[in-house]
């Protein structure tokens, strides 16, 4: 089986601080990633990957003080089937409870580095294999 390569990959950023953002999106596209685009809400997020759909979504965990990414990843794979790395300074009982069974390919702790984001990346990007990102829902 052929895997994805960085430049023929295309990332949904779901973050709602804009600063954090948008760093995310500079180190991503830095490493030849097209990113789809930033949501800061659920409801963007569903709306973007319907609009466009990526092969990887980069997920906080908590938007905005709430856990609602968990349930977004649980929405994003039932809809689609796509993958999430998580994104996270909140990695106690309650952030990742119900996360196991869930269609993850790991787990970036904030504050990161951004090695630490670029080798995350990377890292699921080569797991997933080399298709056309066009799942329907």
């Known amino acids: 089986m052929t895997h994805l390569k960085p430049q023929d990959a295309k990332l949904l ?3 709602d601080e804009e600063l954090v953002s948008l760093d995310m999106r500079s180190i991503v596209e830095g490493m030849g990633v097209a990113v789809t685009g930033i949501a800061h809400t ?3 997020a569903l709306a973007s990957i319907a609009a466009e759909p990526p092969h990887l979504v980069l997920l906080d965990i908590s938007l905005n003080g709430e856990f609602e990414g968990v349930e977004l990843a649980r929405t994003i794979d039932r809809r ?3 993958p999430v790395l ?3 300074g909140h990695l106690g009982d309650k952030a990742v409870k119900g996360v196991d069974e869930l269609n993850t390919l790991g787990y970036i702790v904030k504050p990161y580095y951004p090695i630490n984001l670029r080798e995350a990346v990377e890292s699921a990007i080569s797991t997933l294999p080399a298709r056309a990102a066009t799942p329907t829902g």
């Open 13 to 15: 950023i779901v973050e």
């Open 42 to 44: 659920v409801d963007e």
């Open 80 to 82: 689609w089937g796509i």
């Open 86 to 88: 998580f994104v996270s």
